[in-house]
């Protein structure tokens, strides 16, 4: 069982046991899914037998529920640093976002702004809002080294970027707290201040930060602040949690109203596994030890890379995250990511558009495995991909399998 005051190396091999998808190679892609618990696992099934004994009908099924979607509802408001009655759940981010900004009263012809750097999913939904409540939409390259000329005294290159939106009668922008397309993190307060200061709504999707960084949602500023649960909270997939800030409406259909079962768009069980794993990382790993390990790995990674000629890490050095996107010259990067799969096990992301790799780095993760990684990747810039030797893939068995 994980303690939070282990030893750091006993700590990690007990982290390690109870997320067994670490055994499976060297898992550095939480952008895309964390490893799942053991014990989130086990709550799941527990409730899946539950509803095939008891059924999934009737007040007792009901009430259950409640009890732990209010249970999941209370310790993602602490890893939020948030009250509990204004942080909500939904089954995405995307939706998440959609429920709580179209409590707005929208008047047709407003205009929606969403970065660029949103993950689809998330820019499908928003689409979809901008079409219910009859917003144009426009997209804005909020990368910090983006903006057009240069940014006045006192602002950042993202909210200059906002500047010519917001003067034109934006009234909502919507944009991610650390960018999945090179890991930088995003001022989200000064964003917000000038967001604010045109009199629109600030909304922010923190999936790549919620769990892998600090995160005080109610000071950054963001009038909503909604999260992924499968990614560095290391919940189950179709899981997200919501902070509404107290001067907006808060939507009944995000608070467990409106019977919140799967007329709502819940899996039950999904929430149940959510709030266990948001449990787990809190009371068991220890948040304050979960990032302060993270940093610490982040670190490494970063100046082992930038050690290897031809490696260039896309976010500049004070503003990375836990999510490390690495060009490598001359490999592309579907290529590069197969052979690191032949040579170290790595699992890792892409971000297409950059032909980079997404390295998402947890607190599971263990300074070899970084180091590991690290070699492999100087071993390939020292040739070509028309070069290299193959090798073949190696197939993991699970261990239940392996001794049958």
Not at 52 to 76: K, Q
Not at 204 to 211: C, I, K, L, P
Not at 238 to 249: C, H, I, M, S
Not at 260 to 285: C, D, I, K, T
Request: charged letters at 20%; hydrophobic letters at 50%; one cysteine or more.
């Amino acid at each position: 069982m994980v303690a939070p005051f282990l030893p750091d190396e006993e700590k990690v091999a007990a982290i390690r046991k109870e997320l067994p998808a670490t055994g499976a190679g060297v898992y550095l892609d939480a952008a895309t899914a964390g490893p799942l618990p053991a014990e989130t696992d086990r709550a799941m099934r527990e409730w899946a037998d539950w509803e095939l004994r008891v059924g999934r009908a009737g007040p007792d099924a009901d009430a259950e529920f409640r009890a732990r979607f209010d249970e999941a509802r209370g310790t993602l408001a602490a890893i939020l640093v948030a009250p509990a009655e204004r942080v909500g759940l939904a089954p995405s981010v995307g939706l998440a976002l959609r429920i709580a900004a179209g409590s707005r009263q929208w008047r047709p012809g407003e205009r929606i702004v969403v970065a660029s750097s949103l993950e689809r999913p998330v820019l499908v939904s928003l689409a979809e809002l901008a079409a219910t409540v009859g917003a144009d939409l426009e997209t804005v390259d909020l990368a910090e080294e983006g903006g057009s000329g240069a940014p006045a005294e006192g602002i950042g290159p993202a909210a200059e970027a906002l500047r010519g939106p917001l003067g034109a009668g934006a009234v909502l922008v919507v944009a991610p707290h650390v960018s999945p397309h090179d890991g930088s993190i995003l001022p989200v307060a000064q964003l917000a201040e000038a967001v604010h200061r045109a009199g629109a709504w600030l909304a922010v999707d923190g999936s790549f930060a919620v769990g892998a960084v600090p995160v005080d949602a109610p000071s950054l500023g963001a009038d909503i602040y909604a999260t992924a649960g499968d990614r560095w909270l290391c919940g189950p997939s179709g899981t997200a949690a919501v902070y509404v800030g107290p001067w907006l409406t808060m939507p009944s259909t995000l608070t467990g109203g409106d019977g919140a079962g799967p007329e709502a768009g819940f899996h039950r069980a999904a929430v149940v596994g959510l709030g266990r794993s948001a449990g787990w990382l809190a009371m068991q790993v220890g948040l304050d030890w979960a990032y302060s390990r993270a940093r610490h790995l982040v670190e490494l990674a970063a100046d082992l890379l930038r050690a290897i000629p031809g490696v260039t890490i896309l976010a500049p050095p004070d503003r990375v995250g836990a999510l490390l996107a690495v060009h490598v010259d001359g490999w592309p990067a579907d290529r590069l990511r197969e052979e690191l799969g032949r040579r170290a096990f790595a699992i890792v992301g892409l971000v297409e558009s950059a032909e980079a790799l997404r390295m998402s780095i947890g607190f599971w993760n263990t300074e070899d495995e970084i180091r590991r990684f690290a070699e492999a990747l100087a071993e390939l810039t020292t040739t070509t991909p028309e070069r290299v030797a193959r090798r073949p893939p190696i197939a993991i068995v699970p261990a239940e399998r392996s001794r049958a």
